[in-house]
């Protein structure tokens, strides 16, 4: 049973417009939560993350929501750019050690910015 | 060389081969994973080590062994494969293995078992 979902496999937006990814999870224990990205041929690198204490946290243009009633997270990009362009990961983690860095990861979203 | 590294690319194998995959980084981390990302599927955590010793195996087959020489090393060997394991395998570093370090990725190797 995946813990973690991207419900959406693909989002298509325009330029200078805003994109918002979304991501649901089922374990309530997770309580840090992390957005990567992955261009083709390369590996996934790490964008944004939000502690389960706070319920925003911005980085520039990323902003990612967390909503623990209900077991929500989404990213959002403003204005997106076409260099944006790029399959977004959420995942997920429960405790700060006990876990050993185990991150439990979304199917992923492929983003799509047109000029 | 900066980062972390994956040899090779892509790696074609039959079904009794023996092969392994190589990751290196040069990022001064303590902790090493491999992950497997299958078409349309989530990434899966495979091995975890930290400082050399692997703290995780996420019910891995016995066909898949880790190798972890050195904190800047780690490997997969990979032998009597299925079909079914052909994916996409990517290493990750860390500072440490909490769950708040910064896991920091290779580029993959591709893997397709005949």
Same mark, same amino acid.
């Given at each position: 049973?995946?813990?973690?979902?991207?419900?959406?496999?693909?989002?298509?937006?325009?330029?200078?417009?805003?994109?918002?990814?979304?991501?649901?999870?089922?374990?309530?224990?997770?309580?840090?939560?992390?957005?990567?990205?992955?261009?083709?041929?390369?590996?996934?690198?790490?964008?944004?993350?939000?502690?389960?204490?706070?319920?925003?946290?911005?980085?520039?243009?990323?902003?990612?929501?967390?909503?623990?009633?209900?077991?929500?997270?989404?990213?959002?990009?403003?204005?997106?750019?076409?260099?944006? @362009?790029?399959?977004?990961?959420?995942?997920? @983690?429960?405790?700060?050690?006990?876990?050993?860095?185990?991150?439990?990861?979304?199917?992923?979203?492929?983003?799509?910015?047109?000029? | 060389?900066?980062?972390?590294?994956?040899?090779?690319?892509?790696?074609?194998?039959?079904?009794?081969?023996?092969?392994?995959?190589?990751?290196?980084?040069?990022?001064?981390?303590?902790?090493?994973?491999?992950?497997?990302?299958?078409?349309?599927?989530?990434?899966?955590?495979?091995?975890?080590?930290?400082?050399?010793?692997?703290?995780?195996?996420?019910?891995?087959?016995?066909?898949? *062994?880790?190798?972890?020489?050195?904190?800047?090393?780690?490997?997969?060997?990979?032998?009597?494969?299925?079909?079914?394991?052909?994916?996409?395998?990517?290493?990750? *570093? *860390?500072?440490? *293995?909490?769950?708040?370090?910064?896991?920091?990725?290779?580029?993959?190797?591709?893997?397709?078992?005949?």
């Amino acid at each position: 049973d995946q813990q973690v979902k991207q419900n959406s496999p693909s989002l298509s937006v325009q330029e200078g417009r805003i994109s918002i990814l979304n991501c649901d999870y089922t374990n309530s224990m997770f309580d840090y939560f992390l957005w990567y990205k992955k261009y083709p041929a390369e590996g996934p690198t790490f964008l944004i993350s939000i502690s389960s204490i706070k319920d925003k946290n911005e980085d520039g243009r990323f902003t990612v929501f967390l909503n623990k009633s209900a077991k929500h997270l989404s990213l959002h990009i403003v204005p997106s750019q076409p260099g944006d @362009s790029a399959v977004y990961f959420c995942a997920a @983690s429960e405790g700060e050690y006990n876990q050993g860095g185990k991150l439990i990861f979304g199917q992923g979203t492929e983003l799509s910015v047109k000029p | 060389e900066t980062g972390v590294t994956q040899t090779p690319r892509h790696l074609v194998m039959g079904m009794t081969n023996k092969k392994s995959l190589k990751c290196e980084q040069h990022l001064g981390h303590n902790a090493m994973y491999w992950y497997k990302q299958s078409a349309k599927k989530p990434l899966e955590l495979m091995f975890v080590y930290n400082f050399k010793e692997q703290t995780e195996n996420n019910s891995v087959p016995s066909r898949f *062994s880790p190798e972890c020489p050195n904190s800047s090393h780690l490997f997969l060997h990979l032998h009597t494969l299925q079909p079914e394991d052909s994916a996409l395998y990517l290493c990750a *570093s *860390s500072h440490r *293995s909490g769950s708040t370090d910064t896991q920091y990725f290779g580029p993959g190797t591709r893997l397709t078992v005949l």
